[in-house]
């Protein structure tokens, strides 16, 4: 009675397998699911910068603001924003914002102040508009002009 026959061997196998198949099944579902979570986490993420990126209701709010006048088709203003972002960090007091001409909002900007897209607009912490730079910026000409026009920031 101690011992097990081999018949009886050979009908606990396929149990063993399969419940090594269902572990491997759900190891497989869990994994997809954490992707789709993380990735839906994601996304909320940057559709929550994005709509932040374009709120312009921050000028004259009590921080000073550059603002974009940009053209999403535009491949000058994607290496205008990104070094416009690369500059001023994400511990800047100087807050960043585009104004889209493909919006209704960014339109008015552009036609309001009479500029081209790739340009940037500086607003003091009061919401004055103090200084415009038209055509691609480096790091070095952003950083004057914050220090420059918007000192206390």
Not at 22 to 34: C, D, P, Q
Not at 67 to 84: A, F, G
């Amino acid at each position: 009675m101690g011992k097990k026959s081999k018949r009886q061997m050979a009908a606990r196998q396929p149990e063993k397998l399969t419940s090594s198949k269902s572990m491997r099944k759900f190891a497989s579902i869990f994994i997809a699911a954490l992707v789709l979570v993380m990735g839906a986490a994601g996304l909320s993420a940057y559709e929550t910068n994005k709509k932040e990126m374009h709120d312009l209701a921050v000028i004259g709010q009590g921080e000073p603001v550059i603002v974009q006048i940009h053209d999403p088709n535009c491949p000058t203003c994607r290496r205008l924003k990104n070094v416009v972002t690369n500059t001023l960090g994400s511990a800047s007091p100087v807050l960043f914002r585009l104004a889209s001409i493909a919006t209704a909002e960014g339109k008015a900007l552009q036609t309001k102040y009479a500029v081209p897209h790739v340009t940037l607009l500086y607003f003091d912490s009061a919401g004055k508009h103090v200084h415009t730079t038209t055509g691609m910026q480096t790091k070095a000409q952003i950083t004057s002009a914050v220090n420059r026009y918007l000192p206390h920031s």
